[in-house]
């Protein structure tokens, strides 16, 4: 019987001791170990940013709280984004900015919160379109103009180049909108810019590249062009000198007396030239140089050549007249006004068969007395004149006879010939 009761006993004092251990704990639950290893990018050009976590503990029965703060200097604001049961999640920030991100593990009771390091998050700004083009430079400085593309734009970079060179920068980390270069060697220059958020990994691509910007030097004055030349026909030959810098054309003016100034030959990259069939005058020439455009050519024309003579020989006329008698040593010639424009004439005389000798040179009339003829028979040419001996007709031809008879007793003693 004793021995019945201490086995019954036993039994009890076993049952009584497994409802003890079943009893769930007393007291606030343990938080469970922190998550570790927290690591998100150090720097995005996308709003989505992937957070990842290690953790040690019993996964199965574990969530996880993550959250996404945006620093801004000291300043820190929350936001819960989801709770994860995996060791990665991914979230979509409002924009450009810096990020840290907290992981808490709950099992239960929740950990503190372990924190990544900054991500820096700059979206690229669109690729911007291409730089204004056309200016035109005479010194090597010229304004770019671009306008700001869509997005987050802290400043630009700029690049030229020249022809089918290669590109080089003007200027980075620019904040403007417009950049005056400077500096530019003659040619056609081209640029293109890109716009950045910040950073230089956050930048777009360049844009496509401008049209011409030209630059051309404005050559120097030419010197006067030639002058004195003597022109029958209305063709007068001019010439000058290639003036310092680059030329690849001249313009040739040409003034009447003291007429205006007129084109006579353009775009001519020769430094001489006849224009076009001048009329009769007195004509001066003055040049200028260009390089290649019209607003790059010299600062102004060259000085006035001096008088070049344009003057068309008259006609020849007809014979003198013939027939005249005279007893005194006297008769009178008279001759027409050839075609042209004569001004003077000159008139010789010849007795006989003998030679040819001058009576009046330089002589603006078309008739004309002469005296102290000799006892013979007279003949006349007659030659017309534009201004200039060299602008002379030929003489005409020789008159009929013109007959000095003296009467018995008035026979000159010394007859001129």
């Not at 989801?82 to 990020?99: H, I, K, M, Q, R």
């Not at 304004?143 to 980075?172: E, H």
């Not at 001249?250 to 003034?255: E, P």
């Not at 030929?394 to 008035?410: D, E, H, P």
């Amino acid at each position: 019987m004793k021995q019945a009761w201490s086995a019954l006993t036993f039994l009890m004092a076993a049952a009584f001791s497994q409802v003890i251990y079943a009893l769930p704990p007393v007291g606030d639950p343990v938080p469970p170990s922190p998550a570790s290893n927290v690591s998100v990018p150090s720097t995005s050009t996308s709003k989505t940013v992937t957070v990842t976590w290690s953790y040690t503990g019993l996964v199965d029965l574990t969530t996880y709280t993550v959250t996404g703060q945006s620093v801004s200097g000291t300043s820190w604001s929350a936001t819960n984004f989801e709770n994860a049961p995996d060791l990665s999640s991914t979230f979509t920030v409002s924009g450009s900015g810096d990020y840290k991100f907290g992981v808490k593990v709950c099992e239960g009771a929740c950990s503190d919160y372990t924190y990544s390091n900054t991500i820096k998050v700059r979206v690229k700004p669109s690729r911007p379109a291409a730089p204004s083009s056309g200016a035109h430079s005479t010194n090597g400085s010229m304004t770019i103009t671009w306008a700001k593309p869509a997005g987050d734009v802290a400043y630009y970079d700029v690049q030229k180049r020249l022809g089918g060179g290669s590109w080089t920068n003007v200027v980075t980390n620019y904040s403007g909108t417009s950049k005056t270069v400077s500096g530019l060697g003659e040619g056609n220059w081209k640029f293109r810019v890109r716009a950045c958020n910040e950073y230089s990994w956050a930048c777009s691509s360049y844009s496509p590249a401008s049209g011409n910007n030209y630059v051309r030097f404005k050559p120097g004055t030419p010197s006067a062009p030639s002058s004195g030349v003597k022109s029958t026909n209305g063709s007068v030959p001019v010439s000058w000198s290639k003036p310092s810098g680059t030329v690849t054309y001249y313009n040739l003016q040409k003034q009447l007396g003291s007429g205006s100034w007129s084109n006579a030959i353009m775009g001519t990259s020769a430094t001489s030239g006849t224009p076009p069939t001048l009329s009769d005058g007195n004509w001066y020439f003055r040049v200028r140089a260009c390089n290649e455009f019209s607003w790059a050519c010299s600062s102004s024309y060259s000085v006035a050549s001096g008088i070049n003579y344009v003057r068309r020989k008259p006609s020849r006329p007809d014979a003198p007249s013939s027939g005249a008698h005279s007893t005194n040593g006297s008769m009178t010639i008279t001759w027409s006004k050839p075609g042209g424009t004569p001004t003077y004439y000159d008139l010789k005389k010849r007795l006989g068969s003998g030679s040819w000798t001058s009576v009046v040179s330089n002589y603006s009339g078309t008739s004309k007395s002469v005296s102290g003829l000799g006892q013979g028979d007279w003949t006349y040419i007659v030659r017309a004149c534009n201004e200039f001996s060299w602008a002379c007709a030929s003489y005409s031809t020789a008159s009929g006879i013109n007959y000095v008879r003296f009467r018995q007793g008035l026979q000159m003693r010394h007859p001129r010939v």
